[in-house]
């Protein structure tokens, strides 16, 4: 019998509804489906457990997977998820602005056309001179929302040593 034990952090409420789990903390609520037939969870007493009975190693890092997502999870909801990136460019100044629910990249390295990045659900942006700050309280989109900007800005048909214009992560953390 393998199992982990997540212990629940003081101010957030972690309950079972069928398949999903349902966080909440004071920045807002996370739900996610986490269900394999061969694992077993329980919310008792304040603590998540999470049990196999099985030897396979892929159920036993599943297992691990679900610990570390009830984690991130819990992180979410009482301090949020902030990455912040950096604004680059050498000769065409790149004008970035929120426009709805996507960011608007204009006149990198001098296009005419500007170029646009999704924001997910939930995510906040702000742009101040040559930093975008990118706030949320799920890691998931905060990330994915922080790749879309920095694909947005790849450098195409020209050699990426020289044109290193973009917008990149410099950190990521709350």
Same mark, same amino acid.
């Given at each position: ?8 952090p003081?101010?957030?409420t972690?309950?079972r ?8 903390? %004071?920045? +807002? ?5 986490m /269900?394999?037939?061969? @694992?077993? #969870? ?7 457990t999470i049990?196999?009975?099985s ?11 679900y610990?570390?997502l009830?984690?991130v999870m %819990?992180k +979410?909801?009482?301090e949020?998820?902030? /990455?912040h990136?950096? @604004?680059? #460019?050498n000769h065409f100044?790149i004008?970035a602005?929120?426009a709805?629910?996507r960011?608007e ?17 939930g ?5 101040q001179?040559?930093?975008v700050?990118?706030?949320g309280?799920?890691r ?6 922080a790749a879309?900007?920095?694909?947005a800005?790849?450098?195409?048909n020209r ?16």
């Open positions: 019998m393998h199992h982990e034990t997540f212990t629940i003081a101010g957030v972690i309950t509804d069928g398949d999903n789990f349902v966080v909440k903390g %004071s920045k +807002g609520e996370l739900v996610r489906r /269900y394999h037939p061969m @694992i077993a #969870f329980t919310v008792e007493n304040g603590e998540v049990a196999t009975e030897t396979r190693r892929s159920v036993l890092a599943l297992v691990g997977t610990k570390a009830l984690h %819990s +979410g909801v009482t949020g998820y902030e /990455y990136m950096k @604004i680059v #460019f100044p004008q602005k929120v709805g629910n960011v990249i204009a006149n990198f390295l001098g296009e005419k056309q500007a170029r646009y990045a999704l924001i997910s659900d995510v906040k942006v702000k742009i001179g040559d930093e700050i990118l706030t309280i799920s998931e989109d905060v990330g994915n929302t879309n900007i920095e694909q800005c790849k450098v195409r050699d990426p040593r020289v044109f290193q214009d973009g917008i990149y992560i410099t950190s990521r953390g709350n």
